[in-house]
């Protein structure tokens, strides 16, 4: 059963536009989330993160939503460029010595 | 500064063949994890490490799978005998202190077990 969930295994936007990847979790005792970004070839790379305190952190074109009542949250990458194309995962995990619970991936393609 | 360093890159070998994935984290970080990529379960855990002891391996598909970690700057992901089923991208990540801190990925190992 899959805990972190990305419903969209695609995603397409123009340049200049807006990016809006979803993410949702099942698990209520989940308190820290994260995004990283994957290129191929590579290994994912660390992106943003949010802690439950919050709803909102933001770093330069990167913003990510949690809206924890609903278990979801969202990264926004305004404006979008091509080099953001990518895979994103959506992570999370509970406060402790536990590991991070992976979705499976959006893959997001910036079309100039 | 060097990142998660695995090898080898790429691994093709015929099933029933012991395969062994290396691993060297980054160093001054005290967790390492093991993760297989496959395009039906995207990204798993299959065991993590905290200062070389092993602390969870439910995610080791089977007893065909071992992991080990002699020392903080390596360790071992070992498949014997392999199968077909295998062949996936096997990532290997480290971190530093708490749980909080973002995992470092290495760029993988692409197995296939003809």
């Known amino acids: 059963d899959q805990q972190v969930k990305q419903n969209s295994p695609s995603l397409s936007v123009q340049e200049g536009r807006i990016s809006i990847l979803n993410c949702d979790y099942t698990?209520?005792?989940?308190?820290?989330f994260l995004w990283y970004k994957k290129y191929p070839a590579e290994g994912p790379t660390f992106l943003i993160s949010?802690?439950?305190?919050?709803d909102k952190n933001e770093d330069g074109r990167f913003t990510v939503f949690l809206n924890k009542s609903a278990k979801h949250l969202s990264l926004h990458i305004v404006p979008s460029q091509p080099g953001d194309s990518a895979v994103y995962f959506c992570?999370?995990?509970?406060?402790?010595?536990?590991?991070?619970?992976f979705g499976k991936g959006t893959r997001l393609s910036v079309i100039a | 500064d060097a990142g998660v360093i695995q090898s080898p890159r790429h691994e093709v070998t015929e099933m029933g063949q012991e395969v062994t994935l290396r691993c060297k984290p980054i160093s001054g970080h005290n967790s390492l994890f093991w993760y297989r990529q496959t395009m039906m379960r995207g990204l798993e855990l299959l065991i993590y490490f905290n200062n070389n002891v092993p602390i969870d391996d439910s995610g080791m598909p089977e007893d065909r799978f071992s992991a080990k970690m002699p020392n903080a700057s390596f360790s071992t992901l070992k498949i014997q005998p392999s199968e077909p089923r295998d062949s996936a991208v096997y990532f290997c990540?480290?971190?530093?202190?708490?749980?909080?801190?973002?995992?470092?990925f290495g760029d993988g190992t692409r197995l296939s077990i003809l």
């Open positions: 698990n209520s005792m989940f308190d820290y």
């Open positions: 992570a999370a995990c509970h406060s402790g010595n536990t590991p991070l619970v």
């Open positions: 990540a480290s971190s530093q202190g708490n749980p909080h801190q973002p995992q470092h």
């Open positions: 949010i802690s439950s305190i919050k």
